[in-house]
């Protein structure tokens, strides 16, 4: 393929001569001859250069003798995987799969061997589940979705368009609520299900728990990465980016465009606002102002200067009192 027809379909300039061919897509680190190379940042274009490729793909001009230039290199990217490698699913029902009672299946659906799909399922068109997943009674999966292997979907579940769930998720195990008391411990028998708007995905090993009484229910277009979990009664609002070992307590409740990084973790019943970011390891406690950027994570500092620290913070509460 020629650069020029690379740069229409990524919205992007040709600098150089438009007929060069490509062969392939390479890395900044690992660049190789006749491919195309997109490159984020000076970085990757110096590591670039090492293995003379055909062309660049930047987002500032450069001094290389062929290139793409655009205005968002990781959304030519985007655009250029979906066009070049599309993701392909097999189609049919097998026969080593088990389909329940009053199941209504669309077109184009792919059941795998050992899926497990339970009484009065609705299936969209376009539907793929892969071996080994289970899908339980009275759950509903809209059209274009895709159940990689292994995941486990509980009864009840509303799952939409175009969602994305990947391996070893559960989704709709019991909440983790219990009655506490004189009485010792009684578990709280989960009545409510999860929603899963359109265009989500869930990454692997993640868990969503169902609601109590009502719906846990993640917000369309919202990103969940591996290893997430996300507890009862949770409203997780639209276009979120959850990011791997972020933990989510019950009665969350977050806003459009919320970003939490790895391994935040965010107390019951608070409600954080649109368009806030929580910086990586923090704790959230409180209710968080739309529109602004939260953190207290300690980076990692050298062991023994860390201890003299420590030991210093133990002495602050004598230290006030003296300059009372």
């Given at each position: 393929?020629?650069i020029?027809?690379v740069?229409?379909?990524?919205q992007?300039?040709?600098v150089?001569?438009?007929?060069?061919e490509?062969e392939?897509?390479?890395?900044?680190q690992?660049?190789?001859?006749?491919?195309?190379?997109?490159?984020?940042?000076?970085?990757?274009?110096?590591?670039a250069r090492?293995?003379n490729?055909?062309?660049?793909?930047?987002?500032?001009?450069v001094?290389?003798p062929?290139?793409?230039?655009?205005?968002d290199v990781k959304?030519?990217l985007?655009?250029?995987?979906?066009?070049f490698y599309?993701?392909?699913h097999p189609?049919?029902?097998?026969?080593r799969?088990?389909i329940?009672?009053n199941?209504?299946?669309?077109?184009?659906?792919?059941?795998?061997?050992?899926?497990?799909v339970g009484n009065?399922?609705?299936i969209?068109?376009?539907?793929?589940?892969?071996?080994?997943t289970?899908?339980?009674?009275?759950t509903?999966?809209g059209?274009?979705?895709?159940?990689?292997?292994?995941?486990?979907?509980?009864?009840?579940?509303?799952?939409g368009?175009?969602?994305?769930i990947?391996s070893?998720?559960v989704?709709?195990?019991?909440?983790?609520?219990?009655y506490v008391g004189?009485k010792?411990i009684k578990?709280?028998?989960?009545?409510g299900?999860?929603?899963i708007e359109d265009?989500?995905e869930?990454?692997?090993?993640?868990?969503?728990?169902?609601?109590?009484?009502?719906?846990?229910?993640?917000?369309?277009?919202?990103?969940?990465?591996?290893?997430?979990?996300?507890a009862h009664?949770c409203?997780?609002?639209?276009?979120?980016?959850?990011?791997?070992?972020?933990g989510?307590?019950?009665?969350?409740?977050?806003?459009k465009e919320?970003?939490?990084a790895?391994q935040?973790g965010?107390?019951?019943?608070?409600?954080?606002g649109?368009?806030?970011t929580?910086?990586a390891?923090?704790?959230?406690s409180k209710?968080?102002?739309?529109?602004k950027?939260?953190g207290?994570?300690?980076?990692?500092?050298?062991?023994?200067?860390?201890?003299?620290?420590?030991?210093l913070?133990?002495?602050?509460p004598?230290l006030?009192?003296?300059?009372?």
């Amino acid at each position: 393929m020629k650069i020029g027809q690379v740069a229409d379909m990524v919205q992007g300039k040709v600098v150089g001569d438009p007929e060069v061919e490509v062969e392939g897509l390479s890395s900044p680190q690992s660049p190789r001859e006749r491919t195309l190379v997109f490159c984020q940042s000076k970085k990757d274009v110096d590591l670039a250069r090492r293995g003379n490729p055909a062309a660049l793909v930047v987002g500032e001009r450069v001094d290389f003798p062929n290139y793409i230039l655009v205005e968002d290199v990781k959304l030519a990217l985007a655009l250029f995987l979906e066009r070049f490698y599309p993701e392909v699913h097999p189609t049919g029902v097998s026969d080593r799969s088990h389909i329940g009672l009053n199941v209504n299946i669309g077109k184009n659906v792919y059941v795998g061997p050992f899926a497990f799909v339970g009484n009065n399922v609705k299936i969209g068109d376009n539907v793929k589940i892969y071996p080994f997943t289970y899908v339980g009674d009275n759950t509903v999966i809209g059209e274009g979705t895709v159940l990689f292997p292994g995941v486990t979907i509980y009864p009840n579940t509303v799952i939409g368009r175009n969602v994305r769930i990947h391996s070893g998720a559960v989704i709709g195990a019991d909440g983790f609520g219990y009655y506490v008391g004189k009485k010792g411990i009684k578990k709280l028998n989960h009545i409510g299900n999860v929603v899963i708007e359109d265009g989500v995905e869930i990454g692997a090993n993640t868990t969503v728990d169902r609601s109590l009484i009502e719906s846990t229910r993640i917000g369309r277009e919202t990103k969940v990465d591996n290893l997430v979990m996300i507890a009862h009664n949770c409203v997780i609002g639209e276009r979120n980016i959850i990011v791997s070992q972020v933990g989510i307590s019950g009665s969350v409740r977050t806003g459009k465009e919320v970003v939490l990084a790895g391994q935040v973790g965010v107390a019951d019943h608070v409600t954080i606002g649109d368009r806030v970011t929580v910086a990586a390891k923090s704790g959230v406690s409180k209710d968080l102002q739309p529109g602004k950027v939260y953190g207290a994570a300690l980076p990692a500092i050298e062991w023994a200067r860390w201890k003299r620290i420590y030991a210093l913070i133990l002495k602050l509460p004598d230290l006030f009192k003296r300059l009372r």
